[in-house]
């Protein structure tokens, strides 16, 4: 199992809105509403910012927002803000044996 | 409150064993899925393997037959015993609690494995 393409790096400045891309397969995120989004932090474990490809946990910014169509999910950062920095990753339930698949990583940075 | 503590890390020599424990509190480790997820050093997010509540396991076809994931619910532990280990499965390892709609709702600190002569 591949790991989810994602871009390896995406900028911002202060206020505008910036979106990261997260493409597989029919296998994985195409054929199921389990995606997820983290965010990390240097040298922090990762925190979880959207799951079911939409859905905000309590706590989470309403900056953050997901979607998805065919293949391809997406996680928008609208306000960007200088504590966005940080690396973000997706994830997805996957059909083949190892069952959840990460994607390959975003570093946002805030300009 | 959830949280989630691991230990166990440490370095070890190639070929050899380690057993890594995670110590849950404020919820049971055996109604929930519980995983395991590495991060090698300056890279990304990798799957290791998750135990459901009926006891299925899953394993990443790179730990597959070297590693065994496992709990305990008399002491509310997960484990991950790892052997034949391999330079590359140098990493910070993750102990997470899983959501039925697969997603990870809550991680521990993580504990770092380094394999090295």
Known sequence: QSALTQPASVSG???QS????CTGTSSDVGGYNYVSWYQQHPGKA?????????NRPSGVSNRFSGS???????????????EDEADYYCNSYTTSSTLYVFGTGTKVTVL | EVQLVETGGGLIQPGGSLRLSCAASGFSVRSNYMSWVRQAPGRGLEWVSVIYTGGTTYYADSVKGRFNISRDNSKNTLHLQMNSLRADDTAVYYCARVDYSDYVDSWGQGTLVTVSS
């Open chain 1, 68 to 82: 998805k169509s065919d293949n391809t999910a997406s996680l928008t950062i609208s306000g960007l803000q200088a």
């Open chain 1, 46 to 54: 990762p925190k979880l910012m959207i799951y079911g490809v939409n």
């Open chain 1, 18 to 21: 910036i979106t990261i891309s």
């Open chain 1, 13 to 15: 400045s202060p206020g």
